[in-house]
């Protein structure tokens, strides 16, 4: 059963994160619409637009607005927006002036810069997603995307007067649709706008009748209310934003079709068939065509960052628009930043860098990311980039600071650095290494169960880039799971590659998979061998893939058949009510497959509400099934903006001394020698057991337990939880302090004991919605006696009877047998709870 205090300790952290003023965009579920459709910072180019005369490009890149002749190698900025930070630039026609958009929190305004006397204005007003703004031909009126009509994607069109804007108009319908979608909203969106040469009619981007992605391309009248009519149809991402040819024949866009990479393709502008312009595996986004008709500027990730890629119609290979020389607005300097090892060797670390009023700077190279949160729950936001050791980078004269941070085990450091215009001051920092010792000389090795290396970011990662991402988390083992993103696989190629060759002796990148299903819940399948089992995935209506089969069960026989272990993903936001009320879940297929002997592991601290999950562990555990813990960030590790760094949440598990294998790792997870974490670090025993371990009772008594724990934040609550229940409250604990405690606990019948800390409140430096850290259970085994909780056991009951009734009503199934053997399935995990009442 749920423990009064614990019930208490999750109310708390549901109080702290009370969702306060609405969001600007009202979409089912806060991710990718962020990461994939909205501007993103990066410290290279992002977006892009052409001169009138083709001589030249203004374009997005760091946060602001820079201007650069195609034949030079030298930029000048032109704007510098404060705390905001522009993107998305169009040219006007006449040359004169740039309409982009400024972000700030989680707004984005439309703004005019004009060009001879560099003065900025806003456009826009009112905190909403205003973003994609594009000038009509004849420069009297721009064309946009807002959420500023009942917080959904829809286009908008006003005149350009005076430098201001007259009154929106807009021009798409509020349609919802009837259609099953799951990442995207139930009403129909409308976005990557452009206009035809002649300024009548309007194409963009739209998902009106499609349940998967982001839509195909649709044409309109460019008044309010016209009857759209689709032109072609193709799944992109988010990702279409197509261009039209001067002369109004062809649209270039960015596609993934039948690839596992975005690149340039052709389109008759009346529809038809598109054919590929580039060729690569990496990503080429953004394009805009010249308007001499020359040329097709795009945005390339070729070389792991963002660059501005020149491409000649017709002509050779495309060119990189270096940027050697930047003119900066303001007076600048230089910052060398040394970040060492305590023994004067350069040491990867996480790195945020900002000037007095905020603004995040990085080198020039670096991948900017973003670690994204509810802006309106929590009190801080954080832009960082992985540091290799030694870095040069320019940055506003004047007091710059600097946070560094790496891993677990060494206090956050934070420095302030004078910085003077037109020279280079020098940081020097000692990260030195710091072990976690946990007092019973055990070695413990740390992993993220799950990452993905690519997973359609803006960069493009490599497993040798994803090792450096690692050190600089003072993380040991990256789980890079394999999985589809929509109809590709962006990392398919390491299939069956196992640990990567990029591994050293101390840093392994293991390659397995994540098996996608949004019906029975993502399976994280680790040391898989001979390759990823495919379709990866089930359970996607209108598909082929539509059908409920394979289930989770059959995914993880084939996965244990190829060496692998099997473990429940990201599972629950809130605990789930099936007595009360019951739903569908983000794990619905956990406790048949824990029941049926399926699962190695659960992801306890991962991309889910910590406690949410431990609840519904407890209540498992509870019943006698043996679940190890473990922690998963699920980072997509190329993309500009997300949850958290990889290593954000890990688990640590203790391995023998020397040489660091996959193997021996994967086996110490399974038998659940594992401590999961976001932050604080534990050891526990009881009786002599630590976790993984079982202690042999012959009658009733207490025993005695010991503890120790490290933690770069303050705990507010440190807790020894026996059978659900909290036995032992140790009392808050300090940041920077290791603690021992000791004591006994009262063992009355079989079951089991862990170690937990936690603190409801949000810190900067641990970059998730508040701190948690678990020990797996010790077994505790009384004569013998099993386990037993007949009230958890009728609360999985009545999980399984509701998730019964809803499969029996899906129609979606390839034969009538294969739906029989799916249910049979369920109703043999539901009779071994109806045997544990």
């Keep these: 059963m749920l423990p009064r205090l614990a019930a208490l300790i999750i109310c708390a952290a549901s109080a702290a994160r009370a969702a306060p ?42 946060g602001t607005l820079w201007r ?86 829809h286009l908008f069109v006003a005149e350009l007067r005076n430098g201001r804007l007259g009154e929106s108009r807009r021009l798409t319908g509020e349609t919802r649709s009837p259609l099953p979608r799951y990442y995207y909203s139930a009403f129909d969106h409308e976005i990557n706008p452009l206009w035809s040469r002649d300024g009548e009619s309007i194409l963009y981007v739209s998902n009106r009748g499609r349940i998967h992605g982001t839509g195909g391309l649709w044409r309109a009248a460019a008044q309010p209310g016209a009857t759209p009519s689709e032109l072609y149809y193709e799944e992109t991402n988010w990702a279409m934003r197509p261009d039209a040819a001067p002369d109004g024949q062809r649209l270039v866009y960015s596609s993934y079709l039948g690839r596992n990479t975005r690149q340039l393709w052709l389109l008759p502008s009346g529809g038809g068939q598109p054919f590929p312009l580039t060729y690569g595996e990496w990503d080429e986004s953004n394009p805009r065509w010249s308007p001499d008709g020359r040329w097709i500027a795009s945005i390339s990730n070729r070389d792991g960052d963002t660059q501005l890629q020149l491409l000649e119609i017709p002509g050779a290979h495309p060119r990189v628009l270096a940027v050697a020389v930047r003119h900066y607005l303001r007076p600048m300097g230089r910052l060398h930043l040394r970040i060492e090892d305590g023994r004067g060797t350069p040491t990867p670390a996480r790195v945020s860098v900002a000037d007095a009023g905020g603004r995040a700077y990085a080198p020039a190279r670096a991948w900017m990311h973003h670690a994204e949160f509810d802006r309106n729950e929590e009190p801080f936001e954080a832009r960082y980039f992985h540091s290799t050791g030694d870095e040069l980078l320019e940055v506003p004269a004047g007091r710059i600071e600097v946070t560094l941070m790496k891993g677990f085990t060494r206090i956050p450091q934070q420095r302030s650095v004078q910085v003077r215009a037109g020279e280079t001051s020098e940081l020097r920092a000692e990260l030195a290494p710091r072990p976690w010792r946990d007092g019973l000389q055990r070695h413990w090795a740390s992993a993220d169960v ?18 450096v991402q690692a050190e600089a988390e003072d993380l040991d083992i990256v789980h890079n799971l394999i999985v589809n993103k929509e109809q590709r696989i962006p990392d398919i190629a390491y299939s069956g590659v196992g640990v990567d060759p990029s591994s050293t002796a101390t840093h392994l990148i293991v390659h397995g998979q994540e098996f996608h299903t949004s019906y029975w819940g993502h399976l994280g399948l680790l040391g898989l061998q001979e390759g990823v089992l495919l379709p990866g995935y089930a359970g996607y209506p209108n598909t082929a893939a539509a059908s409920l089969a394979p289930t989770n069960a059959d995914v993880a026989d084939l996965a244990h058949a190829h060496g692998a272990l099997v473990g429940y993903v990201h ?24 029941a049926l002997g399926k699962v190695d592991y659960l992801e306890v601290v991962a991309f889910s509400d910590h406690q949410a999950t431990a609840a519904v562990w407890y209540r498992l555990l509870n019943l006698g099934f043996r679940l190890p813990a473990a922690g998963g960030t699920d980072a997509m590790a190329d993309y500009a903006t997300l949850r958290g760094p990889v290593g954000l949440n890990r688990v640590y598990a203790s391995v023998p001394d020397g040489a660091l294998t996959s193997a021996d790792w994967l086996a110490s997870l399974r038998a659940g020698r594992t401590f999961a974490t976001n932050g604080p670090l534990l050891a526990f025993t009881l009786g002599g057991e630590g976790p993984g371990g079982t202690l042999e009772l012959a009658a009733p008594q207490a025993r005695p337990f010991r503890a120790r724990l490290y933690s770069i934040v303050p705990l507010q609550t440190v807790q020894v939880v026996c059978n659900g229940e909290v036995v032992q409250e140790l009392g808050p604990a300090p940041a920077d302090r290791e603690r021992d405690f000791s004591g006994s606990v009262a063992l009355p019948h079989s079951g089991w004991c862990l170690l937990r800390a936690l603190n409801t409140q949000p810190q900067p430096a641990v970059l998730d919605n508040y701190v948690y850290a678990t020990t797996s259970p010790v077994y505790v085994r009384v004569g013998a006696e099993g386990p037993r909780s007949p009230e958890d056991a009728r609360y999985f ?4 009877s509701h998730l019964a009734e809803v499969t029996a009503a899906y129609p979606d199934w390839n034969s009538a047998a294969e739906k029989q053997a799916v249910l049979s399935e369920l109703e043999r995990a539901r009779q071994i709870y109806a045997r544990l009442q």
Excluded: C, K
């Design 21 to 62: 003023v609405a969001p600007p965009l009202d979409l089912p579920h806060p991710y990718y619409y962020r990461e994939l459709y909205l501007p993103q910072l990066t410290s290279g180019p992002s977006s892009l637009a052409w001169s009138p005369d083709s001589s030249e490009l203004v374009y997005a890149m760091g």
């Design 797 to 800: 009951l009545a999980w399984i």
């Design 571 to 594: 599972p629950f936001e809130e605990p789930p009510e099936p007595l009360t009320r019951p739903r569908h879940t983000d794990a619905d297929e956990l406790p048949v497959d824990v």
């Design 450 to 467: 799950h990452v993905h290396m690519n997973y359609g970011g803006h960069y493009r990662n490599t497993p040798a880039h994803l090792r």
């Design 68 to 153: 650069q002749r195609i034949d030079a190698d030298s930029a000048q900025q032109l704007t510098d927006g404060g705390a905001g930070y522009d993107y998305q630039p169009d040219w006007s026609p006449d040359g004169r002036s740039v309409v982009f958009v400024r972000g700030q929190g989680d707004s984005y305004e439309l703004w005019l810069l004009d060009l001879a006397s560099g003065g900025t204005a806003p456009l826009t007003h009112g905190g909403a997603v205003n973003v994609e703004p594009r000038f009509s031909p004849d420069g009297q009126r721009i064309l946009y995307v807002s959420s500023a009509y009942q917080r959904h994607l």
